[in-house]
Structure formats: C-alpha cells, structure tokens
C-alpha cells in the first residue's frame, strides 16, 4: 500500500510561482516512478512530470521544461513540484502518482500508475 498527500497548491499570479509537494507513505512497497499529473475540468488527466524512484541519479521527464522541475528529497519520502512563470492556463487540479508494478506501461499514461494522491487545486490569476 502507498499513501499520498499533496500539498502546496492555491493561488498565484501570472508569472508567479508555486511548489507542490507530495508526501510518499509507501511502508515496504516498492515504488518505481513517481509523477505529477494536471486535471482540466472535463477533460482527463494529462502527464506533466515524471521521475524514477529507485535510482540514485534519477530518470525526470519535464513536459513543461522550461517551466516546471520536478524532484524528490534523498529520504524518497516527498516529490516536489517546482512551478516558475505560471501562466493561466496552468489552472488546474494537480496530482501525484506512483508506479509499484516493474512491468507498467508507459510513463506519460495514468493508467500505468497504481497509486493516486487526492489532488491539489492550483488556480493562476491574469
């Protein structure tokens, strides 16, 4: 079983930023990615940032590269979300997943994801 908690969502102004943070309670499973996913109203879940939980140099994978870094802390026990230059259109539930089978599929698919976190609403004003 793997719990997790966002945190660190709310308000900002275009061209502001906001850290998402996601506490990681996986007792003894193994976890092998983690990912941050965004939720447009309607629409389904869309993959912004992925990286590898149990390497020591991690695989990331940042959709918004320029914009948003995604990282964990030494301990594996938060994934963060650093998110520069929010635009209005990031506006959005925000999410964080984890991978605990080795064979899933695709990174950049939710269905690949076993575990889910509640979501944190992340709002940009113009």
């Known amino acids: 079983q793997v719990q997790l908690a966002e945190s660190g969502g709310g308000l900002a102004q275009a061209g502001g930023s906001l850290r998402l943070s996601c506490a990681v309670d996986r007792r003894s499973t193994v976890v092998y990615v983690m990912a941050w996913f965004r939720q447009f109203p309607g629409k389904e879940r869309d993959f912004v940032s992925g990286?590898?939980?149990?390497?020591?140099?991690?695989w990331r994978v940042d959709q918004q590269r320029d914009r948003f870094t995604i990282s964990r802390d030494n301990a594996k026990n938060h994934l963060f979300l650093q998110m520069n230059n929010l635009k209005p259109e990031d506006t959005a539930v925000y999410y964080c997943?984890?991978?605990?089978?080795?064979?899933?599929?695709?990174?950049?698919?939710?269905?690949?994801?076993?575990?889910w976190g509640q979501g944190a609403q992340v709002t940009v004003s113009s």
């Open positions: 990286i590898s939980w149990t390497d020591n140099n991690p």
């Open positions: 997943a984890a991978v605990t089978d080795a064979h899933s599929g695709s990174w950049f698919l939710p269905n690949s994801y076993d575990y």
